[in-house]
């Protein structure tokens, strides 16, 4: 919601779906770039915020927001009510700026649902039990809505986001990137982890536990479109895999540009390299992604991982303080490789998928620096030139432009 002309839309959608007689929650996260500015504020006093007077700070954006929709609802005449997440009973644990919800008290909810009214909820926050006020982490609203969607059953979670859906492919890079209809929880928890940043990632981890389906659709559109057609727009996330008839064995093909790679060469292989490896890195709070340890030769071996580009220079200088330890003769970097996946459930019963991918890199003539599976996903390291050749090359060999 960027103005209060925007609220306003968003009040007369409310009511088209109340109208049409169904119970609505709704739950807004803060004006657009507003978490930004409280957020910069804190920072000019503090270069590292105390967390608890952070959330304290930042969750108050939502706070704004719903109260200006519930106004913008009795303006209209809908008997609305706004709520803060405490007033709503969205208990969270004590981790401040990224808070788990642990528990919803629906109860005050759902008497305002039964006495018809349209209940407004602030996104993004909670309150832990020590009755401080806490935030889930940026993009928090999206796991708000799904909790809440959750705690009270709902039929569906709409997202409106400022996209009309999930893609292929990111639309910016290949032209021929389609709407999926329909996606699975599982696909588009490796679509959002892999870099398509629709929704917040845990609450796409919150729709899978809770089997709440959540529907990812434009707050762009004119609010009094027909309701029907409103309902059928952007995409469903769903369970049911052979409802998924939509696309064929691949739903997409997601990137990370900014990847980096390491190899350690000449560890003894023996117990514990990994972990000698690994352990000071994850010591420092870097993330490792892929990773993959050769055959050892004359019992040394190499040890390659990747970690976001973001830390490389990190993760090199944790190497060169342990060279000592890890007796390895020297390590290579490339900080300009990009990770491209193939995700679709399709892959559990389909065979080839792996060998379509690797021939389709092959003929654009890309090297495949590394590789790594899941049960849904293949991904490959490539240098980062070719990233968008990859992208476009792999969208087209599995079927993925518009009919
Ligand atoms: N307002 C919060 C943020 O900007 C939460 C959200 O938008 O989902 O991160
Ligand atoms: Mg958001």
């Known amino acids: 919601m960027g103005s209060t002309d925007r609220i306003k839309n968003v009040a007369a959608r409310v009511a088209k779906w109340h109208d049409a007689g169904h119970q609505i929650v709704v739950v807004p996260s803060a004006m657009s770039g507003e978490t930004n500015r409280l957020i910069g504020l804190a920072k000019e006093i503090m270069a590292q915020p105390d967390p608890r007077e952070l959330d304290m700070i930042a969750s108050t954006g939502e706070q704004v927001s719903v109260g200006l929709l519930a106004m913008a609802l009795l303006a209209i005449g809908k008997d609305a009510v706004s709520y803060t997440g405490w007033q709503a009973g969205i208990r969270t644990d004590s981790a401040f700026t990224k808070a788990r919800i642990q528990s919803i ?8 649902l039964d006495a018809g009214k349209i209940v407004i909820i602030t996104g993004f926050q909670g309150m832990d039990e020590e009755g401080n006020i806490s935030t889930l982490g940026r993009g928090g609203s999206d796991t708000s809505a799904v909790a809440i969607a959750a705690a009270l059953k709902a039929d569906e979670c709409l997202i409106y986001t400022d996209v009309d859906g999930v893609y292929t492919t990111d639309p910016r890079v290949v032209d021929e990137a389609r709407r999926l209809e329909k996606i699975t929880f599982e696909e588009m928890l ?3 982890s ?5 929704l917040q990632t845990r609450s796409v981890e919150f729709a899978g536990n809770y ?3 959540t529907r990812v659709l434009s707050s762009l559109t004119n609010p009094l479109m027909p309701l029907e057609e409103e309902a059928k727009s952007g995409t469903l996330i769903s369970f049911e895999e052979e409802t998924n008839m939509e696309q064929a064995v691949i739903s997409g093909i997601a990137f990370t540009r900014d990847e980096a790679k390491i190899t350690v060469i000449g560890v003894n292989d023996k117990p514990g390299v990994a972990f000698h490896i690994l352990g000071p890195i994850s010591d420092a709070n870097i993330e490792v992604d892929m990773i993959i340890q050769n055959q050892s030769v004359d019992g040394k071996t190499d040890f390659t991982f990747t970690v976001s ?8 200088a944790v190497l060169e303080s342990q060279r000592h330890d890890l007796g390895y003769t020297r390590i290579l970097g490339d900080a300009k490789v990009s990770k491209v996946s193939a995700v679709g459930v399709g892959m559990r019963s389909h065979v080839g998928v792996a060998s379509q991918m690797f021939r389709t890199l092959a003929e654009e003539g ?3 620096m590394m590789i790594s599976t899941s049960e849904i996903k293949i991904s490959v390291l490539i240098d980062e030139k070719y990233m968008e050749l990859a992208v476009r090359a792999l969208h ?4 993925l432009e518009k009919a």
């Not at 008290?105 to 305002?112: C, G, I």
């Open 309 to 316: 580009r973001n830390d490389y220079q990190r993760a090199m």
């Open 105 to 112: 008290d629906d109860t005050r909810v759902r008497a305002d």
């Open 396 to 399: 087209k060999a599995f079927g």
């Open 194 to 198: 892999l870099g398509s940043k629709v």
């Open 366 to 368: 890309i090297n495949i």
């Open 190 to 192: 490796e679509l959002a």
């Open 211 to 213: 089997q709440v389906p």
